[in-house]
């Protein structure tokens, strides 16, 4: 699933139990992982991984597990999703 994950943006149906790739956006360069998490539980995901600006932030009080990644992991992540079940 792709998304910003912006609250109310995701799908609770299609999230259950799967983990969230989610993009930062520029108008989301302050935004903390925190957020994100926020949301993705709300809608029952099982995790996120977050592709992300570079940052040395490191930030380990998440209640979901949760993975950083730069975005050209991202996008080669969503590539692997798009092309396979």
Known sequence: MLRSCNSGSLNA??????AILC??????RSATVAIR?????????AGLIFA???????DT???????QVDFITGTTILSYMEATR
């Open 13 to 18: 149906t299609l999230a259950k139990g799967k």
């Open 23 to 28: 993009f930062q956006s520029r108008s989301q």
């Open 37 to 45: 998490i926020r949301t993705v539980t709300e809608v029952g995901g």
């Open 52 to 58: 992300q600006f570079p940052t040395k932030d490191v």
């Open 61 to 67: 009080s998440w209640s979901k597990p949760c993975v």
